[in-house]
């Protein structure tokens, strides 16, 4: 059922409309170097074979998993003999272009420099990571999103009704339920629909000639477990953790417990998906709820100790707590503040008066001299610089005032009062 046209392919329409700059190109048989990029399923090989059906120039195609350098040089050898090509110029499909090494993309760089080579890369993984930033700057990467509900459902109706590529020429009735189940499980892999409609029509025709009725409940026999959208090594991996952490730090629990669902039945680390809890609760809670942090520590130990399937409740709990927490980064905007000062400028050294006397003649330097003890003045606070000179009256700490911060804010602000008290006596 793959497109042998552009009308006939479903979505991409943000590439693919007419008028749009990939559909110019290969309307037009103009294609430069591109790169498709998207999740399976979604129509990268398809589109090759779009452009290996319209193009005059010679097509070639390999699958980077088992050709490598060799390979190259025998179809720029080709390419480059006159007699067995006269226009000189190669379009080259490689499939999974992401799992060339660096010296078998570098190989490439000249012949697609000169136009020898047009390349096409199809991959799964983000080109900007996994592909030789020189190949990245000489091509157009295209993004293929995955298909949506109606674009399934469209192919699906078409391998029903097409008799000379689908199931057209059979006596086929296929439930509209039954068809937007598979839409919906196949997570916009359109392979994945065509396989699990196969495989209910094989699976249910018993007689040839016969009546065949496809229901949603054999539809969902031949999908056991929906399709998901998740490689815990690849981009997906990384949405997803991004979505799950800033759902925390936006205080949506909802969508918390989706993302963390989402990266638990992909298969990602219990213990990666913990640390990630326990960062957050401390650079995007921090003290605004400093017990969400040990909440989220507990449940880091404990998911280590117990493991799957229960770890998912720790892992919820936790995840939980940190999103409906009042939110503060001002312990991490001070240790940051505090290390920029520390790594540009001269700060001084620490004030005598804080230093430890631990020999009676580091006492002569003055060590610890004049170090007034917090519990001997009243409140417990002693009224005394502690930064050395080069940054006294830097503020590195500012408490935003939301949850326990208010609380931080009425201390301080006492503690100031404190010290103001004790200024006023000596004076």
């Not at 157009?140 to 399934?152: A, C, K, R, S, W």
Request: net charge negative.
């Amino acid at each position: 059922m793959c497109p042998r046209t552009l009308e006939e392919f479903a979505g991409q329409k943000h590439i693919l409309a007419e008028g749009k700059l990939l559909y110019r190109m290969i309307k037009a048989d103009r294609l430069s170097s591109v790169i498709f990029w998207g999740p399976p399923g979604t129509g990268k090989t398809s589109l090759a074979r779009l452009i290996a059906a319209t193009t005059r120039t010679d097509f070639k195609r390999i699958n980077a998993v088992s050709s490598g350098i060799a390979d190259i040089k025998q179809i720029v050898s080709d390419t480059q003999n006159l007699l067995l090509n006269p226009s000189g110029r190669t379009v080259l499909f490689i499939d999974e272009i992401h799992r060339f090494n660096k010296a078998q993309q570098d190989a490439l760089l000249p012949y697609v420099e000169d136009g020898t080579i047009i390349l096409i890369g199809a991959t799964t993984e983000n080109p900007f990571f996994e592909v030789n930033k020189a190949l990245i700057s000489r091509s157009t990467v295209f993004q293929l999103l995955p298909l949506t509900h109606e674009d399934i459902a469209q192919i699906l109706r078409m391998a029903l009704s097409d008799s000379e590529r689908g199931l057209g020429s059979f006596d086929i009735e296929c439930d509209d339920d039954a068809v937007a189940f598979l839409a919906d499980v196949s997570s916009g892999d359109a392979r994945t629909a065509l396989n699990a409609l196969e495989l209910a029509f094989l699976t249910t025709s018993d007689d040839v000639g016969s009546h065949i009725h496809i229901t949603r409940e054999i539809a969902a026999e031949c999908v056991q477990q929906k399709s998901i959208r998740f490689d815990k090594k690849g981009d997906s991996h990384y949405d997803n953790i991004s979505a799950f952490i800033k759902s925390m730090r936006g205080s949506d629990p909802d969508a918390t417990a989706f993302y963390l669902a989402r990266a638990i039945a992909g298969g990602e680390d219990i213990n990666f998906i913990a640390r990630r809890i326990v960062i957050c609760a401390s650079e995007d809670v921090g003290t605004a709820n400093p017990t969400a942090l040990i909440v989220a520590q507990a449940a880091a130990e404990a998911v280590r100790m117990i493991g799957m399937p229960e770890a998912r409740i720790l892992l919820a709990h936790a995840a939980i707590t940190v999103a409906t927490s009042p939110k503060s980064n001002s312990a991490y905007m001070a240790i940051d503040t505090a290390l920029a000062d520390v790594q540009s400028q001269d700060t001084g050294e620490v004030p005598p008066w804080l230093r430890n006397p631990v020999t009676d003649g580091l006492k002569e330097f003055e060590y610890g001299k004049d170090y007034k003890y917090a519990h001997d003045y009243p409140g417990h606070v002693a009224d005394m610089e502690f930064l050395p000179s080069e940054v006294r009256g830097r503020k590195y700490y500012v408490p935003c005032g939301n949850g326990a911060e208010q609380k931080i804010i009425e201390y301080l602000n006492w503690a100031g009062k404190l010290k103001e008290e004790q200024r006023k006596e000596v004076k």
